[in-house]
């Protein structure tokens, strides 16, 4: 069956004139689908009977079959969906105050870069995501949204996976956000561990995409052994390649510090990220670890943040602790799938 999100406006076309129906419906269908979003064919009022039936048999409106959700006290709701080959992977939906409802999209199922508190890191690299699979994370909640009349505002690629190792399909991905659901692109964000050459090239893509590097300890030895990347691209070219990104792009940069109790919170660790960030056009986005089954420590205490944060403010550097969201629902990377395969072992 084909995967109707998975086509171009002229592919849909083509597909109409081999089902026998006149391309003109093609702009229709487009309609329906990505202003109107509707989620299936019978929603489409304005088509014939039976070309509704001949979509149906054909075609299906995307290929993510949901395996668990969870909605969390806070409102926050994560999904777990199962793809055509088995692999598993995840989104979150965060509503915010405001209007603001932003989604948290996969780019692999599982992830190649072993970051030793992330719960993806702890179950390997599966495959990389098409453009569509990633594309279609974001569109399902903007048709579940919009069928309760909210839109989906912002998307943050921060769920399972490295965005920059899947290069490609991650950019052809925010294309779609852009063009079919009209998410403007400072609402979209690209997380990466530090993959430098991608940085820098990304640096160079143009787009208003807004960037954020995962670094989490500013001493090499110590970011080695949480962030094994670190190996391939230390810290002082990493702060190279994002000073280009700076001065390429004349945007802000972030910074993202999971604050672990006893391991990156300390006042000599904020003086080390304090002096390591000074002068740069930047913002660093502090969240208290998620703790997951696979590493031992736990999240920072509001103390110790707070004294990392007047620490940071010595330097000038802007900062902000962000509230952990879906705690109770494991809504961290690469939990829920972790969750789900516990409660179904064998034994
Ligand atoms: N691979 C990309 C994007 C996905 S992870 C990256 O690493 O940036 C999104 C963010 O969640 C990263 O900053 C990552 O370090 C962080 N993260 C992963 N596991 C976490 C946990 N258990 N608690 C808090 N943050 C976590
Ligand atoms: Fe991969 Fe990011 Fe998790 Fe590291 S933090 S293992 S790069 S998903």
């Known amino acids: 069956m084909i995967n109707l999100y998975a086509l171009t406006l002229d592919e849909l076309a083509e597909l109409l004139a081999e089902l026998g129906e006149p391309r003109f419906r093609a702009r229709q269908i487009w309609d329906w689908m990505y202003a109107k979003r509707v989620g299936n064919f019978e929603a ?17 409106l995307g290929e993510l079959e949901m395996a668990a959700r969870r909605q969390s006290k806070d409102g926050t709701e994560k999904r777990l969906y199962r793809l055509p080959d088995g692999q598993l992977i995840e989104s979150v939906l965060m509503p915010y105050d405001n209007n603001r409802q932003t989604a948290c999209i996969s780019s692999q199922a599982g992830c190649a870069f072993g970051c030793v508190f992330c719960a ?17 994370q974001a569109m399902i909640f903007a048709r579940d949204l919009a ?35 009209g998410i403007g692109a400072r609402h979209i964000t690209i997380s990466t561990v530090g993959l430098v050459p991608q940085i820098r090239r990304f640096a160079d893509e143009g787009l208003q995409v807004k960037l954020a ?21 230390p810290i002082a070219e990493l702060m190279d390649a994002c000073r280009y990104y700076v001065e390429r792009t004349k945007r802000r940069i972030t910074f993202e510090w999971a604050a672990i109790a006893g391991e990156n919170d300390t006042v000599a660790e904020a003086r080390r ?7 740069l056009h930047c913002h660093v986005n502090i ?61």
């Open 273 to 279: 990220l304090g002096r390591l960030l000074a002068g």
């Open 44 to 60: 489409m009022t304005n088509l014939p009977r039976h070309t509704r039936r001949k979509l149906g048999e054909a075609t299906r």
């Open 147 to 181: 069928a309760r009349g909210e839109r989906l505002s912002n998307v943050v690629f921060m769920g399972m996976g490295e965005p920059f190792h899947n290069y490609d399909a991650s950019l052809a991905a925010v294309d779609k956000l852009m063009n079919r659901l």
């Open 213 to 233: 590097v995962s670094l989490h300890k500013a001493d090499d030895s110590e970011r080695s052994a949480l962030l094994p990347v670190n190996r391939r691209w």
């Open 120 to 136: 993806t890191g702890q179950m390997g690299f599966g495959r990389h995501l098409s453009a569509a699979e990633i594309f279609e």
């Open 287 to 347: 969240i208290p670890l998620n703790p997951t089954g696979g590493y031992a420590r736990g999240p920072a205490t509001a103390l110790e943040l707070e004294r990392f944060l007047a620490t940071l403010r010595q330097y000038d550097v802007n900062a902000t602790v962000r509230v952990r969201r879906g705690i109770d629902i494991e809504a961290g990377c690469g939990q829920l799938k972790t969750a789900v395969m516990e409660a179904h072992k064998p034994g």
